[in-house]
C-alpha cells in the first residue's frame, strides 16, 4: 500500500479505499493509546472531527483523515514523561518537539513506526513520519481580560516559535509579522528558550482553578474558545467503529461552541479530507522522499 505521485511536490488525492485504509490503520493507534492510558489512569476526549464522528456516524466522518484527542494538561505532561518507559515504543513512538528532537509540530503525537506518511511541512525535516494521532493539551483559562489576552500572546509565540512555521490563512499582516519575528532570532538554542518559557507562561493557570477551559494548540480560532470546566469535569463513552470511545461529558456544549451545528452534514464540496499528504506507505516506516 504505497502511494506516491511521480511529481513528489504534487499533494495525493485518496480514493475512498487508500482513505479507509489510513483511517482504520489510526484505529490500531488509537486502540493501543487508549489500552495505555487506561493503564496508567490519563485522563483524554474526543475532540473535533471524531467527536463528531462518533455522535453522528458512530465513526469516522467518512472524508476525515486523522484522529484528534484532548487532554488535560497534567494528565499531557504525564503521558510524555512515561511513555517511553511503559510503551511499546518499537511500534508507538510518543512525539513532541524539544531541544534536541524538532518535530515542526506544537502538539504531541503518537505515532506508528511501522508506517510512512509525509506532509508537505514534514519534506526534510527529522521526526517521525508515519500514521498519527494528535494529542492537544487542555488549560485553565487565565481568570482576567488582560492575563487572558497575555495567555493568548504567549500561545502565538509559543506556536510560532515551536513550529518555526508562518501560519498561511491569517492574512498578509500576520504573515509578515511573522516572518520578521523568526527573522530577527535567527539562533535555534533561543528560539528554544523562546517557545519554553512561552510554554510555561500559556499554561501556569490549572483547570481545577479555572473556571473555564482552553486549547491553546489548535490555532487562533480555536484559542479564543472558553468552555466552561464542567464540559470536561468527566467522561461519557460513545460508540465509534464498532468500539466505545470517551467523549467529554459536556460534548454537546463544546461542539456548538466550537462548530456550531455540528449534526448537519456540510455542503458537498467541503466533504474532503484537510490534511495534504505527500506520500504513503502503510506498510514501511522510515520512507523518505
Known sequence: MIYINSDKDKILELNKEQLRSLQLKSLEILIYFKKFCEEHDLTFYFC????????????????????????????????????????????????????????GNIMTTICDNETTVI????????????????????????????????QMIWSMIFSLYCSRM?????????????????????????????????????????????????????????????????????????EFEGLMMPLPIGYDKYLRMAFGNYIELPPPEKRIPHHDILYMDLENGNRSI
Open 166 to 238: 508562518v501560519p498561511v490563512n491569517h492574512g498578509r499582516l500576520v504573515s509578515l509579522i511573522c516572518k520578521i519575528l523568526l527573522g530577527i532570532v535567527p539562533s535555534e538554542r533561543l528560539k528554544n528558550k523562546i517557545w519554553k518559557y512561552s510554554e510555561k507562561q500559556m499554561s501556569k493557570y490549572s483547570i481545577k482553578n479555572s473556571k473555564y477551559v482552553t486549547e491553546l494548540c489548535s490555532g487562533p480560532k480555536y484559542m479564543k474558545n472558553e468552555y466552561p470546566r464542567e464540559i470536561f469535569d468527566d467522561v461519557i463513552y460513545k
Open 48 to 103: 473535533g472531527g471524531c467527536c463528531i464522528g462518533a455522535l453522528r456516524h458512530k465513526g469516522f466522518i467518512p472524508w476525515d483523515d486523522d484522529i484528534d484527542v484532548f487532554m488535560p494538561r497534567d494528565d499531557y505532561e504525564k503521558l510524555f514523561k512515561i511513555w517511553n518507559k511503559y510503551a511499546d515504543t518499537s511500534k508507538y513512538s510518543c512525539n513532541r518537539t524539544c531541544e534536541d528532537n524538532f518535530m
Open 119 to 150: 506532509r508537505p511541512w514534514q519534506k526534510g525535516k527529522d521526526g517521525k513520519k508515519g500514521v498519527m494521532i494528535d494529542v492537544l493539551p487542555l488549560d485553565g483559562c487565565a481568570p482576567s481580560g488582560i492575563k487572558r489576552k497575555l
